[in-house]
């Protein structure tokens, strides 16, 4: 089940980095506690879905931050749109 959520997670990650050209994903939540266990399927998958040079350039990690990186982020935002 895990792998084939990988998979899956691989295949939206393509498909994301087709469309909006970015490079690096950060998955949170309860999943990115399954580790490369989950993380290893959807690299493996990212390069069948996308061109080779998007593929290749494409990197996903779990997220660090358990579960306050949301709220951080949201912070980190706010502090940005202050300094501007």
Do not use: K
Request: hydrophobic content about 50%; charged content about 15%; proline content about 2%.
């Amino acid at each position: 089940v895990i792998t084939d959520a990988g998979e899956a997670l691989g295949a939206a990650v393509a498909t994301l980095a087709m469309t909006l050209d970015i490079d690096y994903f950060v998955i949170g939540g309860s999943v990115a506690h399954c580790g490369e266990m989950f993380f290893a399927p959807a690299r493996r998958t990212v390069p069948h879905y996308s061109f080779r040079s998007v593929g290749a350039r494409v990197r996903i990690a779990g997220n660090q931050l358990d579960t306050d990186g949301a709220l951080l982020g949201c912070a980190w935002l706010a502090r940005q749109a202050l300094a501007a």
